[in-house]
């Protein structure tokens, strides 16, 4: 008998249940510590992505994707001075997987336009490089431009290049026909980590650091004596960074969602037909 109820309480739901695939392109950009504004295209990447998606109903979907994009940032765009005397910049490329939970404002079955919001979980990889003054490129995580590892900072601990991610974000659909919707949306990255650009922090002692980590480090910790009228390396224990906020990441662009499966919005009107109560008959 309750396996009866249950099947009766599950068949609604997969009646209406219907796979997808998604296909994302658009661009991805970060906010930290050398990028001033939250929210810009200015020195975004490119971004592209592809998934799976399960709608439960017409509001309720579950989505998982991998994701590519790349990001970067240069002091050399800043709008304060001593942003700009740092010089620092970088790059990395994101690896993104996640599992979202979205919800439609309104039945996209039945409306040709819906708001959506989605949360979730996420895991992801990057990997800071920068270019040193002959244009070669020099990943940053091993310089420990920080101090990260060394003994004589016991409290900067080297930090993981893959980590979790809280996405969340929203957009909005428009039904282009019975198998396609094309939506356009944003989508951020809640991260617990401060070094997706390698800056956090304070600077360390330029001897301990070329001692330990070399002359290569040394440069790319601070790049400020490699522009015109820059200072000299500066004494340890200096701002660097700011610590008390995190780095973020978002990635924004469309998004085309195919159905795979024979549940189309002509079957679900149908049903819907057959399924409902008929009009009481005067």
């Not at 997969?14 to 796979?19: D, L, S, V, Y």
């Not at 971004?47 to 970067?72: C, E, K, M, P, W």
């Not at 949306?185 to 617990?192: N, S, V």
């Amino acid at each position: 008998m309750k396996k009866i109820l249950l099947v009766g309480m599950l068949l609604p739901l997969m009646t209406q249940a219907q796979w997808n695939v998604n296909l994302y392109g658009g661009f991805s950009n970060y906010f930290g510590d050398l990028q001033e504004r939250p929210l810009t295209t200015q020195q975004a990447g490119g971004s592209f992505g592809a998934g799976l998606q399960y709608d439960l109903t017409g509001h309720f979907s579950v989505l998982s994707n991998l994701t590519y994009g790349r990001i970067s940032a240069a002091d050399g765009y800043a709008t304060k001075a001593d942003l700009r005397a740092r010089n620092l910049n970088f790059e990395t490329v994101i690896g993104e997987w996640n599992l979202l939970a979205e919800y439609n404002l309104l039945d996209p079955r039945q409306h040709k336009v819906t708001p959506y919001v989605f949360a979730g979980i996420a895991v992801y990889h990057f990997n800071p490089y920068s270019y040193d003054s002959t244009g070669r490129k020099v990943y940053l995580r091993p310089l420990s431009t920080e101090g990260e590892g060394l003994a004589q900072y016991p409290n900067q601990k080297p930090y993981a290049l893959t980590q979790f991610a809280i996405p969340f974000g929203g957009g909005i659909k428009f039904r282009i026909s019975d198998r396609v919707t094309l939506a356009y949306e944003i989508g951020l990255r809640k991260l617990f980590t401060d070094y997706l650009d390698d800056v956090s922090g304070r600077y360390v002692n330029e001897d301990t650091l070329l001692a330990a980590r070399g002359p290569e480090a040394v440069q790319m910790a601070y790049r400020g004596n490699q522009i015109k009228g820059g200072a000299g390396y500066p004494p340890d224990g200096t701002v660097r960074g700011n610590p008390k906020h995190k780095d973020w990441y978002y990635m924004s662009g469309l998004r085309v969602t195919i159905a795979l499966n024979s549940l189309r919005i002509a079957d679900f009107r149908r049903r819907r037909g057959v399924l409902d109560c008929p009009k009481k008959v005067y």
